[in-house]
């Protein structure tokens, strides 16, 4: 049988054909070595059977390449007008296996989706990267794994671990819920336009039960507060969220003189569990 996505022109034709452009201002930069994209789309796992969500398609690299590799359903989130032409081209070639979604990823309701995804696969646009990971983090109940590209900086603040000047708020709430990876980078050349910095494609596993008990809101209200003033010793910077913080750290078996970046997320969670 041939293979419909085989007949596809190539990227740099379907740029020019629709007079697509990168945006600085929607986070753009193109991933157009198939190679490359297919690379990405083995990393989230086998595909067979599966439905991803991604998020950010542009001309549709990353979409041929995860139907290529067997993805049973694609939906494609795209708020660029300019894309969604070409994905439809993409979408004729392998009919009912590619739903487009023309909305800001931000905003959408990935509950509602349908068919509803198990995994997100993405090449996420630089400029909602973070934001889109802290609301993926409210909806893990949803998928079995994330496989996501960020700026190589932001990766490395993800996987981070107590001690480095990498380590945060991002560090902790991620790794309180998922078991966090980087797998591979990929260096600025490889996309249209080059960025000016590499980036790392990152995997995360959904853990069964965060890592340690605790309040998601009073977790995150604590680790905001410790990590706002991450140069401060805990029992200074606590004190916008606590009138007695020498005595909450005392309460969690913490010494007072930490500062936010020595405590590991276990015992972020236990201060969060002191202050119920």
């Given amino acids: ?115 509803r995804p198990s995994r997100i696969i993405a090449n996420l646009p630089y400029n909602i990267s973070t934001p889109l990971l802290f609301k993926w983090l409210d909806q893990l109940d949803l998928y079995e794994s994330l496989t996501l590209m960020f700026q190589k900086e932001v990766a490395q603040r993800i996987i981070a671990q107590p001690g480095g000047k990498a380590y945060g708020r991002l560090s902790v709430m991620v790794q309180w819920r998922c078991r966090a990876a980087a797998l591979f980078d990929l260096p600025p050349r490889a996309f249209t ?19 340690a008990p605790a309040d998601a809101d009073r977790l995150s209200a604590m680790v905001a507060a410790a990590f706002g003033q991450r140069r401060k010793m805990l029992r200074s910077s606590l004190r916008q969220i606590s009138s007695d913080p020498v005595g909450l750290l005392q309460a969690a078996g913490l010494e007072p003189t930490l500062r936010a970046e020595n405590l590991s997320v276990e015992q972020f969670c236990a201060l969060a569990r002191a202050a119920d």
């Fill in 1 to 115: 049988m041939a293979d419909p996505l085989a007949d596809l022109p190539p990227l740099r034709e379907v740029l020019a054909q629709h007079e697509i452009r990168a945006t600085k201002t929607l986070g753009q930069n193109f991933l157009l070595d198939l190679n490359l994209t297919r690379k990405i789309a083995r990393a989230g796992g086998p595909l067979a059977g599966q439905t991803v969500l991604e998020i950010g398609p542009g001309p549709g690299g990353l979409t041929r390449a995860l139907l290529a590799e067997g993805a049973a359903h694609v939906v494609a989130v795209e708020r660029d007008r300019r894309c969604l032409a070409a994905l439809a081209e993409l979408a004729a070639a392998v009919p009912g296996r590619l739903t487009l979604v023309e909305a800001d990823a931000l905003e959408i309701d990935e509950y509602a989706l349908s068919p």
């Fill in 193 to 211: 336009p080059a960025p000016k910095v590499t980036s790392t494609v990152i995997g995360l596993q959904p853990r069964g039960v965060p890592l």
